[in-house]
């Protein structure tokens, strides 16, 4: 089963709090993931926080039509301490 993100929250830097239909949740980290051509425009702040949650796929995009796949985003949630 696909990973379904039902809320997310900008954090700070390039961390984004992450709720999953299926009551996971916790904070990922991108900042180390964000290479390659569709990922250079999320590496300025500004127009990383612009992402917001895919209707159909439910994972988050970015206005450039930037997404990143859901399951990865649920196996690099880390859990609040």
Not at 31 to 40: A, C, D
């Amino acid at each position: 089963m696909i990973p379904k993100i039902i809320d997310a929250r900008y954090v700070q830097g390039y961390t984004i709090f992450i709720r999953f239909a299926d009551g996971a949740e916790g904070y990922v980290d991108l900042q180390n993931e964000l290479y390659g051509p569709m990922f250079e425009p999320l590496k300025k702040l500004d127009f990383f926080k612009q992402f917001s949650i895919h209707p159909d796929f439910c994972t988050l995009c970015w206005p450039n039509g930037t997404d990143i796949a859901p399951e990865f985003l649920y196996e690099h949630i880390r859990v609040p301490a």
